[in-house]
Structures are given as structure tokens and as C-alpha cells.
């Protein structure tokens, strides 16, 4: 096994398995700070990871959707599990369009709990978010172990103590 394969089958095991996530989702802000630069603005969503990407649910007229519209490139950094990573950010549509069915499945079943609750699926604005991830940073036991992920051509270097 290479150390990317060893890298996602961590990522698999800590955020795969239909598992409902809480991750910090930074988009960059239409408004500028007063450097005069574009500001950052972050919160927190619930996903869940598959493929090498986090999906979540959400409104296509939400600010983090109209910044993606913008400015696509976005940063994650999953909540108490010490994985932060960049990536792009796309608006996959409308839940109920035919070719998002299958990750649909997958969203009901990992946020299963809440989902109905919290969705109107018949509005045409409730769409899915797929973050994919292009690098990323493992830290395991308090960086004893990093794993540095490039996603986009599959590689990962791996520094301290070895897998």
C-alpha cells in the first residue's frame, strides 16, 4: 500500500461510512477586510466524505453558495479530528435532479437523524455541495505523525514517526 492509499484509508475510517460530520467551511467573502483584500469567512456544515470529497446539503441563495459561485476555491478543517485540507467547492444542483440520486442516498442516510427536518427538498434552491479536496494535512497523535495528501495527482509524503 503507498502512502496516499494509507492516507485515504484513514480518512475512510475517520470520515467515511455514511458518517455525519461537523467541518469548518472557509469561502472567500465578496467583502473586503480594511487591508483592502478579500475576506475570509468560515462555518461550520455537516458532511459527509466519499471519494475523496465532502458533500453537504444547503440553500443555493446561502452566502458560502453565492462566494463558491465567485470564487470556487474553498478550506475545510473537519471539527476535533485534526484533518484540514483545500479544495473547490460545486454547486451539483437541485437534490432531487436524476443525477444527483445516488449521493442524495447517501446524504439521507448519513444525516438521517435530522435531514427531513431541516430540508424542503421541493424548493429547486436545496442543492448539494461537493467540496473536492486537492491537498490536505492528516495530523495523527498530536503531530507525531503528518500525513501531507496531494488528492489532485494521488500522492502523499508522510513525516515523523511512519506508518
Same mark, same amino acid.
Given at each position: 500500500?503507498?502512502?496516499f492509499e494509507k492516507g485515504m484509508?484513514?480518512?475512510?475510517?475517520?470520515?467515511?461510512?455514511?458518517?455525519?460530520?461537523?467541518?469548518?467551511?472557509?469561502?472567500?467573502?465578496?467583502?473586503?477586510?480594511?487591508?483592502?483584500?478579500?475576506?475570509?469567512?468560515?462555518?461550520?456544515?455537516?458532511?459527509?466524505?466519499?471519494?475523496?470529497?465532502?458533500?453537504?446539503?444547503?440553500?443555493?441563495?446561502?452566502?458560502?453558495?453565492?462566494?463558491?459561485?465567485?470564487?470556487? &476555491?474553498?478550506? @475545510?478543517?473537519? +471539527? $476535533? #479530528?485534526?484533518? =484540514? *485540507?483545500?479544495?473547490? %467547492?460545486?454547486?451539483?444542483?437541485?437534490?432531487?435532479?436524476?443525477?444527483?440520486?445516488?449521493?442524495?442516498?447517501?446524504?439521507?442516510?448519513?444525516?438521517?437523524?435530522?435531514y427531513e427536518r431541516a430540508n424542503?427538498?421541493?424548493?429547486?434552491?436545496?442543492?448539494?455541495?461537493k467540496v473536492t479536496l486537492t491537498?490536505?494535512?492528516?495530523?495523527?497523535?498530536?503531530? &507525531?505523525?503528518? @500525513?501531507?495528501? +496531494? $488528492? #489532485?495527482?494521488? =500522492? *502523499?509524503?508522510?513525516? %515523523?514517526?511512519?506508518?
Amino acid at each position: 500500500m503507498n502512502n496516499f492509499e494509507k492516507g485515504m484509508k484513514i480518512l475512510e475510517e475517520k470520515f467515511g461510512n455514511h458518517k455525519d460530520n461537523v467541518l469548518g467551511l472557509a469561502t472567500i467573502s465578496e467583502t473586503l477586510g480594511a487591508s483592502g483584500k478579500p475576506r475570509p469567512i468560515v462555518r461550520d456544515v455537516d458532511a459527509f466524505f466519499l471519494d475523496g470529497a465532502f458533500y453537504t446539503v444547503t440553500h443555493a441563495k446561502s452566502s458560502k453558495m453565492q462566494q463558491i459561485a465567485l470564487n470556487n &476555491e474553498v478550506a @475545510i478543517a473537519v +471539527n $476535533f #479530528a485534526w484533518f =484540514t *485540507a483545500s479544495g473547490t %467547492g460545486e454547486n451539483m444542483g437541485w437534490v432531487l435532479k436524476p443525477e444527483n440520486a445516488e449521493i442524495r442516498t447517501h446524504m439521507r442516510k448519513a444525516f438521517a437523524e435530522w435531514y427531513e427536518r431541516a430540508n424542503n427538498e421541493n424548493d429547486e434552491n436545496c442543492c448539494i455541495l461537493k467540496v473536492t479536496l486537492t491537498n490536505g494535512i492528516i495530523n495523527l497523535n498530536h503531530h &507525531e505523525t503528518l @500525513i501531507h495528501m +496531494n $488528492f #489532485a495527482n494521488k =500522492t *502523499a509524503e508522510i513525516e %515523523g514517526k511512519p506508518l
